[in-house]
Nanobody
Framework: QVQLVESGGGLVQAGGSLRLSCVAS????????MGWFRQAPGKERTFLGG????????YYADSVRGRFTISRDNAKNTVYLQMNSLKPEDTAIYYC????????????????????WGQGTQVTVSS
């Protein structure tokens, strides 16, 4: 079955950095756009960014553009989220998700477009 497993979360001070990883199995990774979302306590899950199967031209939400970078390694079935200049408001559970796009170079921003989800990893940024 399809599995997406995130790792790399933890506790970091404001201004610090974290790198999240998401390893996919059970799917043809190169046919999927990969997205990152987060959900803070009491809030809805929100789109952070995504990268198509090409690995080029990642798209970001305004709230994280310039601080977060998404990349992927198709040989390792892995997508990464590099987070810099972290702020307390970045505290949330972070999820990766896979959207089957038949290798179309598109990045959906709606969570409803994504077919598979990881279990999430907690990121806590202290002030």
């Amino acid at each position: 079955q399809v599995q997406l497993v995130e790792s790399g979360g933890g506790l970091v001070q404001a201004g610090g950095s974290l790198r999240l990883s998401c390893v996919a199995s059970g799917l043809l990774f190169g046919s999927y756009t990969m997205g990152w979302f987060r959900q803070a306590p009491g809030k809805e899950r929100t789109f952070l960014g995504g990268v198509s199967w090409t690995g080029r031209g990642a798209y970001y939400a305004d709230s994280v553009r310039g601080r977060f970078t998404i990349s992927r390694d198709n040989a390792k079935n892995t997508v990464y989220l590099q987070m810099n200049s972290l702020k307390p408001e970045d505290t949330a559970i972070y999820y990766c998700a896979a959207d089957w796009t038949r290798r179309q170079p598109v990045v959906a921003t709606s969570e409803y477009e994504y077919d598979f989800w990881g279990q999430g990893t907690q990121v806590t940024v202290s002030s």
